[in-house]
């Protein structure tokens, strides 16, 4: 089985989607709690209880991240994962009853399989029901509609997906991260040639979105430009015990792994975050490691996302490309 942030102890991810439709939900447990910590820096972000996640904040541990299509409507998910928490005694207590703390982020996949059809309560608790240490790639869960390199419009965007990877340091710590790759940019290898982007309408092969940009005739409305119509959402945990503010630290500092493998990124259109959860069973390194193996693991996993996912809706993906 790959390195997958499940190698994290007390993380288990469970997936569910609807093919048909391409949406679905993907959601990261830690029912016995973690602390968490979130960095949003896309300039469209649709969420829920990011701000619970502050450090001046009084709930200290989160329960389980949300991951989910569907845009804004795709939140509803995030009532079945609080349901099957709340049916296994787990939450804040606040003593008549325990809260389940469910952070959570959505992307935009309605440009692609059906427009009128999104997660809800029960595909949230389906995710959390089929949650486990093995973790699928590709076009399912949360990823199941993800496209990149819509500069263009759908028609030259690619398919994308879910990925995942994860590093044990020489300390024993363990880092990983999952990624749902929706971007507006393209998806390059950090130190290397691109994988999956903007399709060239004269050849069919891999154009380049930032060359597109810096055109003189640069279409003046972007295909798939709309706010909120993209955004790369993500996970990244360890088993090091960190505080609310240092998880908050090691979102900032994972978001790097973004930067070097997507481009561009953080424009108006994405709404990209990261979340960062902390389940606290071995002392912390520095902060400058756990970070930096943070973005690299990452970076990683945006490039497995882009590898990992199939020729769904019409799009081709980077392995129809890459044969």
């Known amino acids: ?41 896309g300039g469209a972000p649709g969420t829920r ?4 996640l502050a450090p001046e904040a009084a709930v200290q541990e989160v329960h389980a991240v949300a991951l989910c299509g569907g845009s804004a409507m795709g ?9 099957w928490l709340r049916a296994g005694g787990f939450g804040f207590d606040v003593g008549v009853t325990r809260v389940p703390i469910v952070p959570a982020a959505v992307i935009f996949d309605l440009s692609i399989g059906a427009s009128d059809r999104f997660p809800d309560a029960a595909m949230g608790y389906a ?3 089929a949650a486990g240490m093995s973790v699928e790639e590709g076009c399912l869960g949360a990823g199941a509609g993800a496209t990149v390199g819509k500069i263009l419009g759908m028609p030259w965007a690619m398919k994308s997906g879910l990925g995942t990877w994860s590093e044990t340091l020489p300390d024993g710590t363990t880092v990983g991260a999952l990624v749902v790759v ?38 003046p409305s972007f295909g798939g430009g709309r706010e909120g119509a993209n955004t790369t959402i993500a996970v990244v945990a360890t088993d090091a ?46 902060m400058v490691i756990l970070g930096s193996i943070a973005a690299e693991v990452l970076s990683r996993a945006v490039e497995r996302a882009a590898l990992a996912a199939t020729g769904l809706g019409g799009l081709p993906a980077a392995r129809d490309l890459h044969r």
Do not use: W
Not at 10 to 23: E, F, K, M, R, S
Not at 75 to 83: H, K, N, R
């Open 1 to 41: 089985m790959p390195p997958s942030i499940t190698a994290v102890p007390g993380i288990t991810v469970g997936h569910a989607h609807d093919l048909a439709a391409l949406t679905g939900v993907t959601v990261v447990l830690t029912p016995h709690g973690a602390v968490g910590g979130v960095d949003v820096r």
């Open 49 to 52: 209880e990011t701000d619970l």
């Open 75 to 83: 939140l509803a998910a995030v009532t079945g994962v609080v349901d």
């Open 127 to 129: 995710a959390c029901v």
């Open 182 to 219: 929706n971007a507006f940019g393209d998806v390059r290898y950090e130190a290397g040639p691109p994988i999956a982007g903007v399709r060239d309408p004269a050849t069919g092969g891999l154009a380049n979105t930032m060359a597109l940009l810096r055109a003189p005739q640069s279409p």
């Open 241 to 286: 015990t960190l505080t609310k503010a240092e998880a908050r630290k090691l979102a900032q500092m994972a978001q790097d792994g973004l930067a070097r493998t997507i481009s561009p990124l953080h424009t108006p259109f994405d709404g990209d975050s990261v979340f960062a959860l902390a389940t606290g069973l071995r002392p912390a390194p520095p």
